[in-house]
């Protein structure tokens, strides 16, 4: 049925109608006000409700299980751990300490006028992680084998991160895994992570830590310090270091290795006898006497392998010699001086070149010059040049002439 114009103004005026009183609803001055709260399990929350209209009515919180908590001033569930904040004909606050898991939910503010106004407040509860916990490490490892640890936290809500790191490095592990607690709330956060281990990684911390937004400012972590075996390196250290005829030589081996070198052993090169030692592995050579000359060999060995230094020692060799021969070379000491002296002579080498080039050049234009006049000022006798001696050069010549004195007679 077509629309009369009248009723069409009457329909765009309920419209209207609708939409503005619409409009005063959400600017009910007798509609409580609440804010939804995300706390931290254990701490206390406070739910405020507000209104500018009471209309001589009071206000009541109750909560997700429609339970009254607060009707008025009034306590309505006997819980210590809810307490009236604040009560005015306009405001009822209340808070509730030590907030578990199961006080989660959507708690409501009513105002009992005509008809009944109600706000909800969403109470989010945040689970702590538990403080992580890693597995898989009992006993020292060896180096070159596969550290497989696991990292285990649970009762996070929502589910925690796990981070792992390998000396104060944050090292990748596997996808975690995320299960539900038993509590059907909470979540256990479970990360696996594998490394071959080096001889650098003895002795090193090994983290896992957890990150949550219950814990802002506090990550929580565990630490497991590793162990790793490995063979030793055995070095040589002599006393004095540039030994001369006539001193008295100490060598003294050291082995870094882990576990620490069980054994020593002194031999020199040549012969299979081992040599002698003193209790803490040091070779004592008194005397220094050309004879004592060789190379002289440590090894080290723990339960991961042996490992052998060797020195030479020349006795009356120049004092140089005696240097380059150590196997434990002391280090240089002037670094920058060395390496700014071999520039130097770089560039003196470059310069020397570049004269000598200059200098070559020079004698081959000169020696061109020379040779170009030379060929001008004999070319009258051209024959001379192919001559093996000065004889065969004047007759070669005089035939030259006499060819051309020919063909000029033939000519005329
Ligand atoms: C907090 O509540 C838990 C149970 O949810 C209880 O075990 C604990 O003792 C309470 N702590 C305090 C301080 O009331
Ligand atoms: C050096 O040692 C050899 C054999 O050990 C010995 O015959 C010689 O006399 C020694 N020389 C000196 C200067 O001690």
Redesign the pocket.
Known sequence: MPLSPASSVLVLLGCFWIATSRGNLSHDRSQPTTQDETVVAGSKVILRCQVEDHDESSLQWSNPAQQTLYFGEKRALRDNRIQLEKSTPNELTISIDNVSLADEGEYTCSIFTMPVRTAKAIVTVLGIPRKPQISGYKEPLKEGQTAKLTCVSSGSKPAAQLQWQKGGKVMLGKNPEVAEDSNGKTFTVTSHVEFDVTRDDNGVDVACTVHHASLPNSATSTTLKIEVFYVPVASIEPQPTYPR?GDNLRLLCDGQGNPAPQEFMWRKEGIDTPLTVTQDNMLLIP?L????SGTYICSATNIMGTSEAKYNLAVNGFPDDVLLNQTATPKDASPVAHSSSTYHAMIGGVVAVIVFLLLIMLIVIGHYLIRHKGTYLTHEAKGSDDAPDADTAIINAEGGQTGGDDKKEYFI
């Open positions: 005829e005397y006497n050309k004879s004592d």
